[in-house]
């Protein structure tokens, strides 16, 4: 019988919002052929199964498909491989190697924004116009809509909706954060859905790190 972790990533002040996510440690109890099944039962925006934890080797898959990349599957799993096992100083995806860093108990990973999936983003007048969304600001089944809280501070407030991948609002987005980040070329703080909260900043080579807090809620048989 697996043992998953459910725990929430890029949580905000007080531990509010993050996005939940579902960890197998030991993923390799979880056959290959059974995984996408796993993740459509399970319900998750995202679902991890760890296959070597001391290497950080791990696959991701959504509702409906694996994805060769991801932001809040990774920050999350490097996060709890610390917490539960050893930390590790990079994992290693089908789209690359990660590069790792803790820093106040937080988890942050560098990736090249082409590696996750394809969002696009609108620029909305206001955080209230975003927060007014009931469905994305257009015809589109991959998009993000942000606008400015300070733009001095680098604040934005953030909604994601990737239609796409059986998903239809994601609470926080991590690799949706680095393409932004990228776009607008410097360090920025995402304030996206109920209470989330990721950070992002360009590296050299073309890499973006995202990162924040992540909080473990129940542990448990499936």
């Not at 709890?80 to 050893?86: G, V």
């Not at 106040?104 to 560098?110: P, T």
């Amino acid at each position: 019988m697996a043992r998953l972790h459910l725990l929430r990533v890029f949580c905000g002040e007080q531990g509010a919002g993050g996005n939940p996510l579902g960890v197998f440690l030991d993923g390799r109890q979880v056959p290959a052929s059974s995984r996408q099944g796993v993740a459509a039962d399970l319900g998750l925006s995202e679902t991890v199964f760890v296959d070597d934890s001391a290497r950080g080797e791990l696959r991701i898959f959504t509702p409906t498909v694996e994805l060769p990349f991801a932001g809040h599957p990774t920050v999350g799993t490097a996060w709890l491989l610390a917490a539960e096992r050893i930390p590790v100083a990079s994992l290693h995806v089908p789209a690359g190697e990660l590069g790792v860093r803790y820093e106040d108990g937080a988890a942050f990973v560098s990736a090249r924004p082409e590696w996750g999936p394809e969002f696009e983003w609108e620029q909305l007048d206001s955080p209230a116009a975003v927060e007014a969304l009931t469905a994305p600001p257009r015809d589109h089944d991959h998009l993000g809509a942000w606008a400015w809280v300070d733009e001095g501070a680098g604040s934005v407030r953030a909604r994601v909706f990737p239609l796409r991948y059986g998903i239809a609002e994601d609470e926080a987005t991590g690799s949706a954060a680095a393409i932004l980040c990228a776009r607008l070329g410097r360090a920025i703080e995402v304030h996206q859905g109920r209470g989330s909260r990721i950070e992002a900043r360009p590296l050299d080579g073309g890499f973006v790190e995202v990162g924040g807090a992540s909080a473990l809620d129940h542990v448990r048989d499936y």
